[in-house]
């Protein structure tokens, strides 16, 4: 690996842009406004930690990148329309988003619901125009349906809307969290591993890359409520400081910022540890990436 | 058959309910206002018209019911989750449907939209639990992926976003409604061929069937356009008269009643017309189930 941690993230977000640009359908089809806000919504934007995590594990497994860039894709689609359907009024209400108009302050409220709608087939597409074999396909598509229902992300915003103003235990936190956003991260290692040849993983491997995707899962959201905290909008991107002012329970409203500081140091830990045994099967340093990604994920300041 | 049609459509009705209440995620497990607010809409209500059409089409090939009910209860869901999505402020703002309050009058906008977003990867997921054969299941899946995407359901419904107030022509008119309804309606009858023994499909049968297909859902459209005038909204479960009074484009108001109803009379001659190009393949009067249903879309009263 003679690439920098950011020559390779700087590479795999251009694969995965460059991906959307050509599989999102173009503003040259009708309906153009549909299609304008879909890759409006999906190009250009964003940190593409999920397919950065796609891409890492598949590293490990020899995967075709073409058949990792249509995954990649189709786990940013997921994470993308779950985006304008959040931001939308009758849920966070947000007009800003990696520092641009979110989609529906853009194209008005019916033309990104239709938006966000329509990325959710076109996921589905994706993995089945690859060219893994069936039994791959079937895995991915069940992994990413999975993810994104009603015991995935879907379940975990249902809960969060009816949290509002309510007092959470940091169990019940962690399990909002962990469907809310983790379910989709753990689902990006997973596909890694799926997109890779299927006869080189073994059960040890899987158990091991699937500790990690939950530890870095539980981390990326106690980072996230950090951050409303400590960040300001310029940062960040979008509204800062929005969950105090909306009474939501995070982790910094349950254990204050020393206690959730500390309770990421320990996710971040446990990932690395993961990481260790996944070491042990697949040969020293070959996770560097993944390394590199949980650093980042833990060190991020939007 | 020594059934009527009309024991038969409710026999097939009942598996599709009853496939639902098992499927469809229970209100024992959390989030279960999530999970009623999805049974809520999907279940007690409609004609069934897609399934109905899964089935007909699946029984001229042998198909196992038990695949069929799976993948009958995934277009219908796609279905659900378009009416809720449609039925809401920021798109159609209907309060009733098939009788009773729409799913965002019930549950509030935010539930609804959730909802509506769950049931489309159960769709996917239910396809994936079928025990056929991985090649089905992927035709399948990217049979429905497509009907859903912004070339079709969704494409459809930006379109007529953006066509209300404006002047359409016949044939802007035909490709709006073959995107919104007419492509998961004929799907529909590409879906039951797929549940079938693959073997036995003959590429004239296909033929045959897809242009029933599309006939059955321009005559749908038609129809529901002309119940839209001439029906009241207790007949018709919605409220009735909503085109006209939002200066929306319909057959009615470009061609006008009784030339609608001569178009109407075509797309039906046009589907008996494939389904006797069917029946020289699969033999006299096996299409009968097709036969009825195309009488039922064309002389429904609601």
Redesign the interface.
């Known amino acids: 690996m003679n690439e920098s941690f950011s020559q390779w993230v700087k590479g795999r977000q251009d694969r995965v842009e460059k991906a959307a640009e050509t599989l999102l ?1 173009s503003v040259q ?3 153009k ?3 304008e806000a ?1 890759r409006y919504s999906v190009i250009g934007g964003g940190k593409r930690v999920r397919p950065l995590i796609v891409y890492a594990v598949s590293e490990l497994l020899d995967a075709d990148i073409k058949n990792v860039d249509r995954v990649a894709l189709a786990i940013e689609c997921i994470h993308s ?2 985006l304008i ?1 959040d931001d ?1 009024p ?2 966070d209400n947000d007009r800003l988003r990696h520092g641009k108009l979110t989609t529906h302050a853009k194209f ?4 990104a ?2 938006a ?3 990325l ?3 996921a ?2 994706y993995i ?1 125009e690859t060219t893994l074999n ?2 791959q ?2 895995v991915l ?2 992994l ?3 993810a ?5 992300m ?2 975990g ?3 969060d ?2 949290m509002v103003g309510k007092k959470m235990t940091l169990s019940e936190l962690v399990h909002m969290h962990s469907l809310k956003t983790g379910m989709l991260l753990h689902s990006s290692v997973m596909a890694g591993l799926w997109c890779g040849k299927k006869e080189s993983v073994n059960e040890d491997l899987t158990d091991a890359l699937s500790e990690y995707g939950h530890s870095i899962g539980l981390l990326f959201q106690i980072i996230d409520d950090i951050l409303d905290v400590t960040s300001d909008a310029k940062t960040l991107g979008k509204t800062a400081g929005k969950d105090a002012l909306e009474d939501k329970p995070t982790y910094v409203s349950i254990l204050g910022l020393e206690k959730s500081r500390e309770l990421a140091r320990e996710q971040y830990d446990k990932a690395l540890g993961a990481l260790e045994k996944a070491e042990a099967i697949v040969g020293e340093n070959k996770t560097q990436r993944l390394r590199e990604i949980a650093d980042f994920i833990f060190s991020r300041d939007h």
């Open positions: 359908p089809i009708e309906p406004i549909l299609h879909m329309y779950s359907h939308m009758c849920m008005g409220e019916a033309m619901m239709l966000g709608d329509a959710q087939p076109e589905f597409s089945s069936p039994h396909k079937l598509i069940s990413l349906a999975e994104s229902s009603s015991r995935g879907c379940g915003q249902a809960i809307l009816c």
